[in-house]
């Protein structure tokens, strides 16, 4: 059972989700508009990492990676210049480690870390000015070096569904890597501790290994990518939430939910499933501003060379077409995705989940009704992008996939 953690109280465990439910939660109320500079504190925390690496790492081959690492951070770091400046108002203080000493992360009741983000305390970085993405990026190294990918996957599409900061995204990529060589530094810190150790050779030959595999995680989180984004269409109870969240998991997409941001953008809580809401969060001008804000978000996800996968009705030509153009202007690739299923199927659907979100099945079926008019037929320039899926069908997920990543090149 998870319980409030306090100084001197035992371990606190966490799942997944309730482990990202708290570091998004934290960062949102330690956020500060700190006086010390971010770009100044993430070059001090680049050039430590390096230069502590420089000095335990003897093998020609990894100093030689180790350089080119380097210098794409800082080519890095120059090119995000401009994200760090904009994002100094929203700064913590420290990591949310610092107040979880004795945190663990569990997964079906196996210990997948000890320390619940896998945050290095006692070296350079925790205790200083830092964005909220230097966390998470902690959290998700920490999953993949274990090869936990599916728990990373569902940790990064859950913690940016959860605090809306898309835009945290586009620094990961900078702080896997520097995560990763906190790693590599850290394994080898452990073989210069056991000096003397009658099992060195063996101890050597494991941190070593431990070692060259954070960097190689480095090196895969610095290579150049092209995402893909993917648009679902469809009406209410034709599937796309559940398909959609599937994608996360097989194939790595940071889902964009429109449910999520609707309500964000209202200050209602983007994850709740109580009925309507005290104002219209579904007028003409709510709905535009919401595609524009999913619009936005993708943009954030496809610069941080993330997939990005749109759960939205996308009834209009108008709303399909703000979202393609982040894609198609970057000149990345765009698929959409008509979920698709009978009548019959979506009247039983969303009669079962009325009860669920707090209306009754004839309101559901309302809207529904409503959607299937508002629907916009795709246009000939659409239907080049464009795939279908029979969500009623057998293996349907397993088509999905299949349809992506060979319309796609993606895998």
Same mark, same amino acid.
């Given at each position: ?38 770009? @100044? ?58 107040? @979880? ?28 000015? @830092? ?187 108008? @709303? ?92």
């Amino acid at each position: 059972m998870n319980q409030r953690h306090a100084p001197g109280s035992p371990a606190r465990d966490f799942t997944l989700e309730t482990l990202v439910e708290s570091l998004s939660a934290w960062h949102a109320d330690h956020a500060i508009e700190a006086a010390d500079s971010l770009q @100044q504190a993430v070059h001090q925390r680049v050039a430590a990492e390096t230069q502590a690496l420089t000095s335990l790492i003897a093998a020609a081959e990894d100093c030689q990676r180790l350089r080119a690492l380097s210098r794409w951070l800082d080519e890095n770091l120059a090119r995000l210049a401009p994200v760090l400046e904009a994002r100094e108002a929203h700064v913590v203080a420290r990591s949310w480690a610092c107040e @979880q000493h004795d945190s663990r992360l569990l997964d079906e009741g196996r210990v997948v870390m000890a320390n619940a983000i896998d945050r290095d305390l006692q070296g350079h970085g925790a205790e200083v000015v @830092q964005d909220p993405a230097a966390d998470l990026a902690s959290l998700l190294v920490g999953l993949e070096v274990r090869d936990e990918a599916r728990l990373a996957r569902q940790a990064l599409d859950a913690y940016l569904r959860l605090s809306g900061d898309y835009q945290a995204a586009r620094l990961l990529s900078v702080f896997r890597v520097l995560e990763c060589l906190a790693g590599a530094r850290r394994a080898l810190r452990r073989l210069e501790a056991a000096e003397g150790d009658d099992e060195r050779p063996a101890l050597r030959a494991e941190t070593m290994a431990a070692c060259r595999r954070y960097l190689e995680l480095a090196e895969r989180h610095a290579e150049f990518r092209f995402p893909p984004l993917v648009i679902g269409v469809g009406v209410s109870g034709s599937g796309k939430s559940r398909f959609t969240r599937n994608l996360v998991t097989r194939l790595g997409a940071v889902r964009v939910s429109s449910y999520a941001e609707r309500r964000r953008l209202h200050g209602l809580s983007p994850q709740a499933v109580e009925g309507e809401a005290a104002v219209d969060i579904f007028g003409e001008t709510a709905t535009e501003r919401t595609y524009q804000r999913l619009a936005q978000c993708a943009g954030h996800l496809l610069d941080a060379g993330l997939p990005a996968c749109i759960d939205a009705t996308c009834l209009t030509r108008a @709303q399909r077409d703000w979202l393609r153009h982040q894609a198609e202007s970057r000149g990345l690739p765009v698929l959409m995705v008509s979920f698709e299923a009978d009548q019959a199927t979506l009247t039983r659907r969303i009669t079962k989940r009325a009860g669920r979100h707090g209306v009754t099945p004839e309101e559901g079926l309302a809207v529904l009704s409503h959607q299937q008019a508002a629907f916009e037929p795709f246009s000939d320039e659409e239907r080049f992008h464009l795939v279908r899926l029979d969500t009623t069908a057998d293996n349907a997920g397993e088509t999905l996939a299949g349809l992506i990543q060979e319309h796609m090149h993606w895998s």
